[in-house]
């Protein structure tokens, strides 16, 4: 039974580059939600899609946009990345259920010089 | 707006004793949920454990077990019989009923010493 999976594992950018990251759900699972997790902190909630729609976002700017394609699969894409977007991006796949349990991936480090 | 703290920045027991993690959340609501997830230096956020909140009975897996005290809103994580395998950050969170937004604490880090 496969799990969350994301890649790429590592990536370096530039200042005022775009970024797509990418995110296979678990087996199963037809939500998946995207966290920002800075250095020493909790993840923050960036948004979740279901249904190939975004159906809730967190505090962050438009920069940041997704995307869920037919197979629940998912992107996140960042636009004029800042020196502060350097972070741990966390997916989570869930079924639409009653708790909406979320298991997570192993993260892309991304850092932006 | 939902907040949970973990006020234990640090923590560290040896290896076969019992440890607790505090937790404690902040919200109107009545249906919710909470977790407690572990993160190890190989980064991959791990559940632990789920609570509930219309379930009285405290949750348990194995090892690790809570103490939910709904009416003090505090979710303790305690953990039998520490292995070295356990050193990692642990992560409080909160979801709300309806929601699908996971709100997280800053982490608690543990070290199991041998």
């Known amino acids: 039974d496969a799990g969350v999976t994301q890649s790429p594992t590592h990536l370096i950018k530039t200042r005022g580059q775009q970024v797509t990251l990418r995110c296979s759900p678990k087996s199963g699972h037809d939500t998946v939600s995207w966290y920002q997790q800075a250095l020493g902190q909790g993840p923050q909630f960036i948004f979740q899609y279901y249904e190939e729609e975004e159906r809730q976002r967190g505090n962050f700017p438009d920069r940041f946009s997704g995307h869920q394609f037919p197979n629940y699969s998912s992107e996140l894409n960042v636009n004029a990345l800042l020196l502060g977007d350097s972070a741990l991006y966390l997916c989570?796949?869930?079924?639409?259920?009653?708790?909406?349990?979320?298991?997570f991936g192993p993260g892309t480090r991304l850092l932006v010089l | 707006a939902q907040t949970v703290t973990q006020s234990q920045p640090e923590m560290s027991v040896q290896e076969a004793e019992t440890v607790t993690l505090s937790c404690t959340y902040d919200?109107?609501?009545?249906?919710?949920?909470l977790f407690w997830y572990k993160q190890p230096p190989s980064r991959q956020m791990i559940l632990v454990i789920r609570?509930?909140?219309?379930?009285?009975q405290n949750a348990t897996e194995n090892r690790f077990s809570v103490n939910f005290q709904k009416a003090a809103k505090s979710f303790s994580l305690k953990i039998s019989d520490s292995q070295l395998g356990d050193t990692a950050m642990y992560f409080c969170?909160?979801?709300?009923?309806?929601?699908?937004?996971?709100?997280f604490g800053k982490g608690t880090k543990l070290t199991v010493n041998p």
């Open positions: 919200t109107s609501e009545s249906n919710y949920y």
């Open positions: 609570q509930e909140a219309y379930k009285q």
């Open positions: 969170a909160f979801k709300q009923g309806g929601s699908e937004k996971l709100v």
């Open positions: 989570a796949s869930s079924l639409e259920d009653r708790t909406g349990t979320q298991y």
